[in-house]
Each structure stands twice: as structure tokens, then as C-alpha cells.
């Protein structure tokens, strides 16, 4: 027998004396189970090219306007946000501030635009890559979910799918009118 069959051979034989079939088939579930597992978290992997950048709703400023200052907590697009208003920091109440990337994963809320009494579906996304912004920050819980419905959940750090996962601020995109009536508040 050859030196490296030897070697191979006794550290093989250590390693069984070490740790039993039950280890090993319990290490090699947690794997199976683990792996099996990471697709269903609610993060967006994002790509590193630039030709697949996230796709963000296209802001609807047919039906932004007077209904009051985007600046502001109470501003009606703001009613399920938690975070910095990028509006604030450089950005807009629907762009993100420059050297900051959009997140492509976001949590949905519904507001109430007082101007015109209808109800809007908002797309809540994180601004990220440089530290937090700070300023203007708003905590609206109005119809918040408990976080095992994570899409309707404010309280997650969104820049999980983005190429850095530090939070800078939060914008607030009206992706269309809502279909159905929601309670009132």
C-alpha cells in the first residue's frame, strides 16, 4: 500500500471512530433541508450586471399633486411607511437620492389620496448603499401585518436584494388604483 493510501486510509478510519452514522445523516438532513429552504426567502437576489437592474414601478404623478407635502409623515402616500423619506435626503417622494440603488424587493400598502377619496396601491422600496439618511422619519403602521405575511411588513431591512444592505431612506410609488374598497381607518 502506497503512502497516500495509507494516509487517506487511517485519517478515514479517525474520522469514523470520531462521529457516528446518526451525526453524519443528521448533518447531511440539515443540509438537504437548509438548501431546500433558501429559495423561499423573501429576498431578491440581486444581479450584478447592469443590463438586469430591479425593476421598479414607474411613478404615477398624474395623481400626485396638492394632496400635500412629500416631506411630511402625514403626506397621504406615507400611510405604511417606516423609515427616512428619501423626499428628505436628496431623492424624491418616488427616486432614490444619487449614489444610492433601489431595492428590488418592496412591501405594498394601500393609501387613501384625500383629494379624489379613492384608495392607491403604494410600493414601499428601500434606497441603499450609503448610511441612513436620518432625517424625516416616519413610522406609519396603518394596516400592517404581523411579520409572517413579511410582504405587507414594514419592519424587515428591504436591502437584503440589493448589492448592499445598508439603508439609506424609503420611497413611496403609487403602482395603480386599488380594486377594492378598504376599511376605513
Known sequence: MGFFDAFFEERARAMARRT????????????????????????????????????????????????????????????????????????????????????????????????????????YNDCCGRSVCGRCVCNRNEGERPEYHWYRNNDINWCAGASSNIYNCSIAVVIGQATERQPER
Open 20 to 123: 457516528g452514522r446518526r451525526h453524519f445523516l443528521g448533518r447531511l438532513g440539515l443540509l438537504l433541508v437548509g438548501g431546500a429552504s433558501l429559495p423561499l426567502l423573501p429576498i431578491a437576489r440581486a444581479s450584478a450586471g447592469t443590463d438586469s437592474a430591479p425593476r421598479v414601478p414607474a411613478p404615477r404623478e398624474d395623481i400626485s399633486g396638492p394632496e400635500g407635502d412629500p416631506t411630511s409623515c402625514d403626506y397621504w402616500r406615507h400611510c405604511a411607511i417606516d423609515g427616512s423619506l428619501c423626499a428628505c435626503c436628496g431623492g424624491s417622494a418616488t427616486t432614490c437620492p444619487p449614489g444610492t440603488e433601489v431595492t428590488p424587493v418592496t412591501w405594498v400598502g394601500t393609501c387613501r389620496n384625500p383629494s379624489d377619496g379613492k384608495d392607491y396601491l403604494i410600493s
